[in-house]
């Protein structure tokens, strides 16, 4: 069963920063797509960021210049840094992944981890 598990959210105050990781430790085969989404309260899922097994990169507007992903493709690991964190950043943060390389079409989630930024 494909299993990705997200660490590091909390709560933080507004200008703070936080990391989050997602690993995938169950799966034998190379993720091509790795990434976040975040569904903040009362909204949709949308996109936060994805990297491709070639390193293309899709950020959300949002967060583009504050946020940053990175992965280990070895380790089928993605990492988001995010800055600068805002209010409205507060959601919970779904890591998502694809055995393709794509930009929207996840096959597999985890179960989320809440980011909370205070004012």
């Known amino acids: 069963q494909v299993q990705l598990v997200e660490s590091g959210g909390g709560l933080v105050q507004a200008g703070g920063s936080l990391r989050l990781t997602c690993a995938a430790p169950?799966?034998?085969?190379?993720?091509?797509?790795m990434g976040w989404y975040r569904r903040a309260p009362g909204k949709r899922r949308d996109l936060v960021g994805v990297?491709?097994?070639?390193?293309?990169?899709n950020y959300a507007d949002s967060v583009k210049g504050r946020f940053t992903i990175s992965r280990d493709g070895a380790k089928n690991t993605v990492y988001l840094e995010m800055n600068s964190l805002k209010p409205e950043d507060t959601a919970v943060y779904y890591c998502?992944?694809?055995?393709?390389?794509?930009?929207?079409?996840?096959?597999?989630w985890g179960k989320g981890t809440l980011v909370t930024v205070s004012a």
């Open positions: 990297v491709t097994s070639g390193g293309s990169i």
């Open positions: 169950t799966i034998i085969f190379r993720l091509r797509t």
């Open positions: 998502a992944a694809s055995s393709r390389d794509s930009y929207s079409d996840m096959d597999y």
